[in-house]
């Protein structure tokens, strides 16, 4: 069943003036919406200005049909989707490479000794391998002289057009050209969607993954595509040792991002796609946060 939220707010207008509203209801991706994205919701929504205090004072999750048209098809709004996974301690992403230790370098309770009475800090500390989570491959991971993170610029990964191509990991798990013909996909980002995100943290994940073929990487790449995604655990057959896809990806340029997840709310196409990395030197792939701007 979808939800709605029921709420109640008060804004007040930095030139004067305040706006209340009582049992006001809001169309919500998922099972509960902070405060903070309320307020921003309502701000937008009314189209409000010189906005200074607000105030969520009740606020009830209710399970209720959404009375908008979706977003996507209005057009009126952008929408944002999170395609990443959380990256947390003691995470295993690929077999064989070590989980990340997400821990306190300065804690909150120890921070206290520097601080007057009421003031405290946290300062976090995080060991792991650069193939964590979702991760986006550029030319250096695959090239000893390719282009490293800080060397790729913020057009290549950052408010791409996009296209998803749906190919049910139940139909098949090697993903052919055939599969990607019909699609305009020049100058795109291509997220391929197989649904096996449903897997992620099982056993089931990392064995007997959906994969594109050599010549599937070969056709996009003569295609002239930005990008390729996919929501597996790798874009490549990891039964051998072989990796063509990354090499004739990473080859030209394009970039890989795996282990995206949640595709299926991403429609076909009509969406920009992002998935930014920081700006390490020598360093060729790095987790992100990968997203979808519906328009």
């Given at each position: 069943?979808q ?13 004067g ?17 902070s405060?903070?994205?309320l307020i921003?919701?309502?701000?937008t ?12 004072l ?7 049909a ?11 709004q952008?929408?944002?989707i999170?395609?990443s996974?959380?990256i947390e301690?003691g995470l295993?992403t690929?077999k064989?490479?070590p ?11 120890n ?7 009421g ?5 976090g500390?995080i060991?792991?391998?650069t193939?964590t989570?979702t ?9 000893a002289h ?7 610029g ?9 296209v ?5 990991h ?15 996909i ?10 096996w ?6 056993e ?9 073929t050599?010549?599937?990487a070969?056709?996009?790449?003569d ?10 655990h790798?874009i ?16 030209a340029?394009i970039l890989?991002v ?5 595709l299926a709310l ?6 920009l796609f992002s998935?930014?990395p920081?700006k390490?030197?020598g ?12 328009r």
């Open positions: 069943m939800k709605r939220v029921k709420f109640d707010f008060e804004i007040y207008f930095t030139n003036g305040s706006l209340k509203g009582n049992d006001f209801r809001l169309d919500i991706d998922g099972d509960t919406i405060d903070q994205a921003d919701h309502i701000i929504d009314l189209r409000l200005l010189m906005v200074g205090q607000a105030r969520i009740t606020k009830e999750i209710i399970a209720e959404h009375k908008r048209k979706a977003i996507a098809e209005t057009g009126k952008t929408h944002l999170d395609l996974h959380t301690n295993v690929y064989g490479l989980a990340p230790i997400v821990c306190d370098y300065l804690s909150r309770e921070s206290r000794q520097f601080y007057e009475t003031t405290e800090f946290q300062i500390k060991e792991m391998v193939n989570g991760y986006l491959d550029c030319p250096f991971h695959r090239f390719g282009n490293d993170l800080s060397e790729v913020l057009d290549a990964f950052a408010d791409l057009e996009g998803v191509i749906r190919v049910p139940t139909e098949s798990l090697a993903i052919t050209e055939d599969y990607l013909r019909n699609y305009e020049r100058n795109r980002a291509v997220l391929v969607h197989t649904g995100d449903q897997f992620w943290n099982t089931t994940y990392y064995e007997n993954h959906p994969f594109l050599a010549e599937a070969t056709y996009l790449r295609c002239g595509v930005k990008l390729v995604g996919i929501d597996s790798n490549d057959d990891t039964r051998g040792r072989s990796r063509p896809v990354h090499t004739t990806l990473l080859g340029d890989i795996e282990h995206l997840c949640n991403v429609p076909a196409g009509g969406f998935a930014v920081p390490f030197k360093v060729g792939t790095f987790p992100v946060r990968a997203f979808a701007k519906i």
